[in-house]
């Protein structure tokens, strides 16, 4: 198997994984399985879905290619039989979620700096594609999305893109460059998981909550 067929499969992988994510997130809020199967659906295809909008770049991927359509929906229904059969484990979701972040970002950065020749641009179109399927998964269960906790999540896909932008400066390969740029993602990421790092929150100088002060 050549390097892009690994990338596309590990593309559809992802994509099952966050349909998984996103129905167990449904289930948590007691839904029935239209709406196991709806918010799997989002979580797995929404960032793709935004950065095609956004890039103007014709029909979204899933338009394009059915399977990641049909992957979303098959894993999205199965979550919803599975779990009354068998106990998921939450680390290995989370490990699974780790890849699918790592190679969303990477093939978001590829095909953002290919339509628009804008590093900027590609890195941002890199993380959305990484972490909006997730966010609205959040929004629409009723929960504060992951990149706005602790977690270093988002801060995981910002290294992959930019990776993924400065080797491309170097002269490397796409497919190079995706690989290692997916490579980076996935160490950050796995490692914040492992030794619990995360970023600086909020805080007031007094330990109370921040805000202003009414003294004057």
């Known amino acids: 198997m050549d390097p892009a067929q690994i990338i596309y499969v590990l593309d559809l992988f992802g994509v099952a994984v966050f349909g998984v994510s996103g129905s167990l997130a449904a289930g948590r809020k007691r839904m029935d399985i239209f709406g196991v199967i709806v918010l799997g659906m989002v979580t797995a295809l929404g960032g793709g879905t935004l950065r095609d909008t956004f890039l103007d770049a014709g029909p979204v991927f899933w338009v394009n290619n059915p399977v990641y359509l049909l992957v979303a929906g098959a894993a999205s229904t199965l979550t919803f039989i599975a779990v009354r059969i068998l106990r998921i484990s939450n680390r290995v ?101 492992h030794w619990h790092f995360s970023l600086p929150v909020f805080q007031a100088k007094d330990g109370n909550e921040p805000g202003f002060s009414d003294e004057t």
């Open 93 to 193: 979701l989370l490990i699974a979620d780790a890849i699918g972040l790592a190679v969303f970002t990477a093939i978001g950065t590829a095909k953002a700096i290919a339509i628009t020749d804008s590093q900027s641009v590609a890195i941002i179109m890199g993380i959305m594609t990484g972490v909006a399927g997730g966010m609205i998964r959040d929004v629409l269960s009723a929960e504060v999305p992951l990149i706005l906790r602790r977690e270093i999540y988002a801060t995981a896909a910002l290294c992959g893109a930019v990776t993924y932008v400065i080797l491309t400066r170097l002269g490397l390969t796409d497919i190079t460059c995706q690989m290692v740029s997916v490579f980076a993602t996935l160490c950050i990421r796995l490692a914040a998981m």
